[in-house]
């Protein structure tokens, strides 16, 4: 038996056309890779950052802060290649180093620590489109030439800022949770009533952002070298005023509400399922809204050469939720059915004249620059280069 990819692809078409159900996207870290310059990725991944901050500290002293924390993380067996995980154990040893010290850190250590890698982080990610056509473009564009009569909203756990420039580019209202003109202030109420007009989209950061930081008691988003405290970037553990909340449980909260909508449909492009709270909230939200439904576009195949899948826990959870699916390049599970993808048939009608990306004669979309070029023939768009 195996999944009749054409049929899959109809309904991909229709869920994209229809206006009047929710549809969201979820953006994560494979997406900007998408996007090349001379070549090369114009943003690193996550094991790129955090190999820009080690190699920045290569020549420190081994007895130097980051040195000794490397070390230390080690000992307590955390993921040292991961510079989310960096932060996340700078953070808890900050909490509880007021004062004093922690493992050998003092709070202004910690601090000083929290600081460089964000700095680092933010320098590395604040890069703009080049020049031409690419795939932040052309999904702006698919959303500026559709009308709906509910708000298109994208959710990402990425920092940069590739998806603003696109929006503001091809001039698409935008939504981020954020009010005012100098330094725009986050509003929570605004969040939780999001009652825009639908034109508007929706962007959800789930990990922060380069350019939103702590100023005064505000969380702001700010312009490029404005002092205050280190980027908001990753949850942390930080103090909140609970009437206020901080954007992260704000945006995670967002997620959760647009599941739980009647027949909610979010796609999934760039993420391996590493992050467990994220794949908690759509799990839980899944299980309470049957009607709901998750496709995630995965990136290559299925499984290395010995069988073993490359995104285990999508696979694993794609086996337990029957709304949650899993497109690969030549697997897909769907109703919790693990099944290869039959040829894609390459003289259909359906899809006459599109310019599908075929691997192994079946349409592989889990780049999402070869998913951005279906979005733009959705829309007749057949331009060669967009601005």
């Given at each position: 038996?195996?999944?009749?990819?054409?049929?899959?692809?109809?309904?991909?078409?229709?869920?994209?056309?229809?206006?009047?159900?929710?549809?969201?996207?979820?953006?994560?870290?494979?997406?900007?890779?998408?996007?090349?310059?001379?070549?090369?990725?114009?943003?690193?991944?996550?094991?790129?950052?955090?190999?820009?901050?080690?190699?920045?500290?290569?020549?420190?002293?081994?007895?130097?802060?980051?040195?000794?924390?490397?070390?230390?993380?080690?000992?307590?067996?955390?993921?040292?290649?991961?510079?989310?995980?960096?932060?996340?154990?700078?953070?808890?040893?900050?909490?509880?180093?007021?004062?004093?010290?922690?493992?050998?850190?003092?709070?202004?250590?910690?601090?000083?620590?929290?600081?460089?890698?964000?700095?680092?982080?933010?320098?590395?990610?604040?890069?703009?489109?080049?020049?031409?056509?690419?795939?932040?473009?052309?999904?702006?564009?698919?959303?500026?030439?559709?009308?709906?009569?509910?708000?298109?909203?994208?959710?990402?756990?990425?920092?940069?800022?590739?998806?603003?420039?696109?929006?503001?580019?091809?001039?698409?209202?935008?939504?981020?949770?954020?009010?005012?003109?100098?330094?725009?202030?986050?509003?929570?109420?605004?969040?939780?009533?999001?009652?825009?007009?639908?034109?508007?989209?929706?962007?959800?950061?789930?990990?922060?952002?380069?350019?939103?930081?702590?100023?005064?008691?505000?969380?702001?988003?700010?312009?490029?070298?404005?002092?205050?405290?280190?980027?908001?970037?990753?949850?942390?553990?930080?103090?909140?005023?609970?009437?206020?909340?901080?954007?992260?449980?704000?945006?995670?909260d967002r997620l959760t509400a647009f599941l739980l909508k009647p027949h909610a449909v979010l796609l999934i492009?760039?993420?391996?399922?590493?992050?467990?709270?994220?794949?908690?909230?759509?799990?839980?939200?899944?299980?309470?809204?049957?009607?709901?439904?998750?496709i995630a576009l995965m990136f290559g195949k299925m499984a290395d050469a010995a069988g073993n899948p490359y995104?285990?826990?999508?696979?694993?959870?794609?086996?337990?939720?029957?709304?949650?699916?899993?497109?690969?390049?030549?697997?897909?599970?769907?109703?919790?059915?693990?099944?290869?993808?039959?040829?894609?048939?390459?003289?259909?009608?359906?899809?006459?004249?599109?310019?599908?990306?075929?691997?192994?004669?079946?349409?592989?979309?889990?780049?999402?620059?070869?998913?951005?070029?279906?979005?733009?023939?959705?829309?007749?768009?057949?331009?060669?280069?967009?601005?």
């Amino acid at each position: 038996m195996k999944h009749d990819q054409l049929r899959h692809l109809r309904s991909l078409r229709l869920l994209l056309s229809q206006d009047k159900s929710p549809l969201g996207f979820f953006l994560a870290a494979g997406c900007p890779r998408s996007v090349k310059d001379g070549g090369n990725p114009i943003l690193p991944d996550m094991r790129g950052l955090t190999q820009i901050i080690s190699d920045a500290h290569e020549t420190d002293a081994a007895d130097s802060p980051y040195k000794r924390l490397m070390k230390e993380m080690g000992i307590a067996a955390k993921d040292t290649e991961n510079v989310e995980d960096v932060l996340t154990f700078i953070r808890s040893m900050k909490e509880v180093a007021a004062g004093g010290s922690v493992r050998g850190f003092s709070e202004a250590e910690l601090k000083a620590l929290e600081i460089d890698i964000c700095d680092k982080i933010a320098e590395s990610v604040k890069k703009d489109l080049p020049d031409g056509e690419n795939s932040y473009r052309r999904f702006a564009k698919w959303v500026s030439a559709i009308d709906r009569a509910v708000p298109v909203e994208v959710f990402t756990t990425n920092y940069d800022l590739l998806l603003e420039q696109a929006f503001e580019e091809q001039y698409v209202p935008c939504f981020d949770g954020f009010s005012g003109s100098r330094y725009p202030f986050f509003d929570i109420h605004s969040v939780e009533r999001n009652d825009l007009p639908p034109y508007w989209a929706r962007l959800w950061k789930l990990h922060g952002s380069v350019n939103w930081k702590v100023l005064g008691k505000n969380v702001s988003r700010v312009t490029k070298d404005v002092a205050g405290s280190p980027e908001l970037i990753y949850p942390s553990k930080l103090k909140y005023d609970q009437s206020r909340k901080m954007p992260f449980l704000a945006m995670s909260d967002r997620l959760t509400a647009f599941l739980l909508k009647p027949h909610a449909v979010l796609l999934i492009c760039g993420y391996s399922f590493s992050d467990e709270h994220i794949n908690d909230t759509m799990i839980n939200a899944l299980k309470v809204n049957k009607s709901a439904n998750v496709i995630a576009l995965m990136f290559g195949k299925m499984a290395d050469a010995a069988g073993n899948p490359y995104s285990p826990e999508a696979v694993n959870r794609a086996k337990e939720r029957p709304n949650l699916s899993v497109w690969y390049d030549d697997k897909a599970i769907m109703g919790t059915q693990e099944y290869e993808w039959a040829e894609y048939e390459t003289d259909n009608k359906d899809f006459a004249g599109f310019d599908l990306n075929i691997v192994d004669k079946r349409v592989s979309l889990g780049d999402f620059d070869a998913f951005t070029s279906f979005l733009k023939q959705l829309i007749g768009d057949h331009s060669d280069a967009d601005k």
